[in-house]
């Protein structure tokens, strides 16, 4: 069984610029949540996929978005970069959608907006 | 709308001392409550979590929680602390808005010394 995985581990970009993230989730999880983790801070639910279908979203501008894919890979976009998105992008894969399963988290990707 | 507070930012303990991070939640619905730890540049572990039942919880690497509803703390205890224990520390809870989503403190930074 392997683990939640992230690519690339490390990106720099310019202000105005578009980023794809990566992440494989954990074989057999149907769900997959992104955070974004900011300097110092924890982990801020940025928005969160069930069976391919956004299904719950935080406190984050519609310049975030999301993909799911049947394979259990997932994308999140981020358009028109701000130096503030600077921070650690982690995704979480879990089981189910409708309890309060255990989260999985992947090593992360740091994004750097010059 | 529900939060959770991470009072101490820092602590420094010595090796072998016993140690607890604090960890205070604020919620007018059930809770599902959780403590993360992450290494340096690593994602986030699960040490423990209480979901329902016996309130004390007891994790992996020698963890234990309490979960107090009276008192809405979640704090997290180890009897005797190892210098590979050094790490930051996150509580999380779980709240059913649409979907299941983590609300994470700010984190305690747990630092050993020998």
């Known amino acids: 069984e392997t683990g939640v995985t992230q690519s690339p581990t490390h990106l720099i970009k310019t202000r105005g610029q578009q980023v794809t993230l990566r992440c494989s989730s954990q074989s057999g999880h149907n769900t997959v949540s992104w955070y974004q983790q900011a300097l110092g801070q924890g982990p801020q639910f940025i928005f969160q996929?069930?069976?391919?279908?956004?299904?719950g979203r935080g406190n984050f501008p519609p310049r975030f978005s999301g993909l799911q894919f049947p394979n259990y890979s997932s994308e999140l976009n981020v358009n028109a970069l701000e130096l503030d998105d600077s921070a650690l992008y982690l995704c979480?894969?879990?089981?189910?959608?409708?309890?309060?399963?255990?989260?999985?988290f992947g090593p992360g990707t740091r994004l750097l907006v010059l | 709308a529900q939060s959770v507070t991470q009072l101490d930012s820092q602590v420094p303990v010595f090796e072998e001392a016993p140690v607890e991070l604090r960890c205070n939640y604020s919620?007018?619905?059930?809770?599902?409550l959780f403590w993360y730890v992450q290494y340096p540049n690593q994602g986030l572990q699960l040490l423990l979590k209480y979901l329902s039942g016996s309130t004390l919880v007891k994790g992996i690497n020698g963890f234990e929680a309490e979960f107090n509803k009276s008192q809405t703390s979640f704090h997290l205890r180890k009897p005797s602390v190892h210098i590979s224990d050094t790490a930051e520390y996150f509580c999380a809870v779980s709240v059913l808005t649409g979907t299941y989503k983590y609300i994470f403190g700010t984190g305690t930074r747990l630092k050993v010394l020998a």
């Open positions: 996929y069930y069976r391919e279908e956004e299904n």
């Open positions: 979480a894969s879990s089981l189910v959608s409708g309890s309060p399963e255990t989260q999985y």
């Open positions: 919620s007018s619905v059930s809770v599902y």
